[in-house]
């Protein structure tokens, strides 16, 4: 959705900022920010509107990855058991999928997986560090196909700026979708944006394809894809 995302006080509860000098000092499941047992993966700011400090997500500091939108985190889970030593965190709005998606991620024992239930743009805009991500996947991004409801998906050029803010420079943004005309539209968008080009795109293996890659698949559904990188500041600028 392009529209801002609404940071009511239901969603997101906004807790007096609790991290100080001393949170560095705890066991990692005690610091301020982290669930009770050590490997529930979901994932609760101490304060909404400060940039994550990613030291108190995980208990282990390694590159980051980011799925936005990870639904029911098929992806995710093969990814993060391949590469033990990359961090993912996975960013969905519907609470439900992230609360099965944790259970699953507790009982693999999994230590490299977080889990924010947010909106994207809000997780881009606001509370990602700048230049932190190696890698985005953007897979499957609901596509609102009546011309109506295109405000409401998630590329614009506000999410363009905001995923260049968080992309490490020579960071990739790998993108798949069935809806051609919304791929389309994302290529278009990525390339006005300035900041990124345009490289092979990234097709997944079977273990690591998503369950709406799975099904399309299984519908002879064609899916298109288009990946990116993050160009290094000085170049975007002359671009
Ligand atoms: C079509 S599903 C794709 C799920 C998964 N990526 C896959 O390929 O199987 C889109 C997912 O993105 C989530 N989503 C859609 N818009 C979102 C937004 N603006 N912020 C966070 N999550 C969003 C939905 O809740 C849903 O789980």
Redesign the pocket.
């Known amino acids: 959705?392009c529209g801002y995302?609404s940071v009511s006080a239901d969603n997101h509860p906004v807790i007096p900022a609790l991290r100080s000098e001393s949170a560095m000092n705890q066991p990692v499941e005690e610091r301020p920010g982290r669930q009770a047992t050590a490997a529930a993966a979901m994932f609760e700011p101490g304060n909404w509107t400060q940039t994550l400090d990613l030291s108190v997500m995980f208990d282990f500091q390694r590159t980051l990855e980011i799925?936005?939108?990870?639904?029911?985190g098929?992806?995710l889970l093969a990814r993060a058991r391949n590469n033990p030593d990359v961090n993912y965190i996975g960013?969905?709005?519907?609470v439900k999928?992230l609360r099965k998606l944790d259970r699953k991620i507790d009982r693999t024992g999994l230590d490299n997986v977080r889990l924010l239930k947010?909106?994207?743009?809000y997780?881009f805009e606001e509370l990602l560090p700048p230049a932190s991500a190696n890698a985005i996947?953007?897979?499957?991004?609901?596509p609102w196909p009546k011309r109506r409801h295109h405000r409401r998906r998630?590329f614009c050029p506000a999410f363009c700026s905001a995923l260049a803010r968080v992309l490490a420079p020579r960071g990739h943004l790998h993108v798949?979708t069935d809806h051609l005309e919304y791929l389309a539209e994302i290529s278009d968008l990525m390339l006005a944006n300035g900041a990124f080009e345009p490289v092979d795109a990234l097709t997944l293996s079977e273990e690591e394809r998503?369950?709406?890659?799975k099904t399309f698949l299984g519908l002879h559904t064609e899916i298109g894809r288009c990946s990116f990188r993050r160009m290094d500041v000085a170049r975007s600028e002359q671009s």
Do not use: H, W
Not at 91 to 94: A, E, G, K, T
Not at 137 to 142: E, S, V
């Open positions: 959705m995302p799925d936005v939108g990870c639904g029911k098929r992806f960013i969905d709005r519907m999928r947010t909106e994207a743009s997780a996947y953007t897979f499957f991004p609901d998630l798949s998503t369950n709406f890659e």
